[in-house]
């Protein structure tokens, strides 16, 4: 007789759901705005490395430093290479950096709301993970300090997800330098930002940056990132990482996106001039929505934002919606292409003008903008 399952997982594992990503459809016709995707291709030398890529060499294990990338980041940036780890993608970085700096008496410190892998991966490690509520307009607390004294590393996402805002710089060095652990500065969105905080990283040996090709280099498939730091801090985070954490392929493919820095400031440039598109558009929609420094925007819809997403995605249009407490009331929408940000707008004006039919429409003009109107 077959005998019945019994976990021996950790109890770490047993008792999470994981993390949720971004739903990833695979069939054509979707306008997908829910995982800050970048809307145009990578770069064409990217296809180009690719076309010519002999796949005879993946007989081979890559570069285990990725050297050439890293010389690269290196020579743009003026940091040395020793002071740079390359990463399969950002996540991979998070991830051993809280395998480096956290367990079961040294908590992780995030905010909320922020990116919830954070937790989940300090879940998964075993370790507290502390998370201070930002203000109510999503900015940095006064005594921020103070509630994660307990905590070794502390994780901020600046621009923030889902909220896009940027905190206040000299609010985030007085946490770099009066924290007494580890800061982790995670600039996924950094390129779409007025400026970073790169700088800190020569001041601060306690503090690491952290970079992704997805969103910025339309090079969410590929899979890469990068940390800069002290490096002895990026000496220990090598030993923990795999041997062979970035592929070959990925290896070549980033390094060609490097190259192309005309094309890259110039899709740059195109999100940020659809993102005022796309923020006006839905202001005069009656949202209520946030500043964004981001290729997104966190907005709340002048209806119950739940039905808005389900709305959307009956027609084809997937935004984000997070349902917490504090974010309810909101979804996150990607800057798409221009033509993406149109049609969204079009669809978004339909759908409120049929729920102002079925309902009385001041029920949800005059309260739905407000955070704790939809729980
Ligand atoms: C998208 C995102 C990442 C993950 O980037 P990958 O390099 O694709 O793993 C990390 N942090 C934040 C805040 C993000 O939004």
Not at 255 to 267: I, N, P, Q, V
């Amino acid at each position: 007789m077959e005998r019945s399952y019994i976990s021996h997982f950790r109890p770490e594992v047993d008792n999470i759901s994981g993390y949720t990503p971004g739903e990833q459809p695979r069939e054509a016709g979707i306008i997908k705005l829910n995982t800050n995707e970048n809307p145009y291709p990578p770069s064409p030398g990217v296809s180009k490395e690719m076309a010519s890529f002999d796949a005879a060499r993946l007989r081979l294990y890559p570069d285990p430093l990725a050297t050439a990338v890293r010389a690269e980041i290196a020579a743009m940036t003026g940091f040395s290479i020793d002071s740079i780890i390359a990463g399969n993608g950002s996540d991979d970085l998070l991830t051993i950096a809280t395998r480096c700096f956290t367990d079961a008496v040294r908590p992780m410190a995030c905010f909320d709301p922020t990116y919830s892998l954070y937790p989940t991966l300090a879940a998964l490690q075993g370790a507290k993970c502390i998370q201070i509520p930002l203000t109510d307009d999503f900015e940095v607390p006064d005594d921020v300090l103070k509630q994660t004294e307990e905590a070794n590393l502390f994780i901020i996402a600046r621009p923030n997800s889902p909220t896009g805002n940027l905190f206040h710089k000299p609010q985030i060095e007085k946490i770099c330098a009066e924290f007494h652990g580890i800061v982790l500065i995670d600039e996924a969105y950094v390129d779409f930002s007025r400026d970073n905080c790169l700088d800190f990283v020569r001041t601060y040996p306690n503090v690491i940056v952290m970079r992704t090709f997805s969103k910025s280099r339309s090079l969410a498939g590929l899979r890469f990132g990068y940390a800069i730091a002290h490096p002895k801090i990026i000496e220990g985070m090598i030993k923990m990482k795999d041997s062979y954490n970035v592929p070959m392929l990925t290896q070549k493919l980033a390094l060609a996106s490097l190259w192309d820095k005309a094309y890259f400031d110039t899709c740059i440039a195109k999100v940020k001039t659809d993102r005022e598109v796309l923020i006006l558009g839905l202001k005069e929609l009656n949202f209520k929505v946030l500043p964004s420094e981001a290729n997104f925007v966190f907005a709340a819809p002048p209806k119950n934002a739940k039905n808005y997403f389900l709305d959307l995605k009956r027609r084809n249009i997937l935004v984000r919606y997070f349902p917490t407490a504090r974010t309810c009331s909101y979804v996150r929408i990607s800057v798409g292409s221009i033509e993406e940000i149109s049609v969204l707008l079009k669809t978004t004006k339909e759908i409120l003008s049929e729920t102002g039919s079925n309902n009385s429409v001041g029920s949800y003009v005059t309260t739905g903008i407000g955070r704790s109107s939809e729980r």
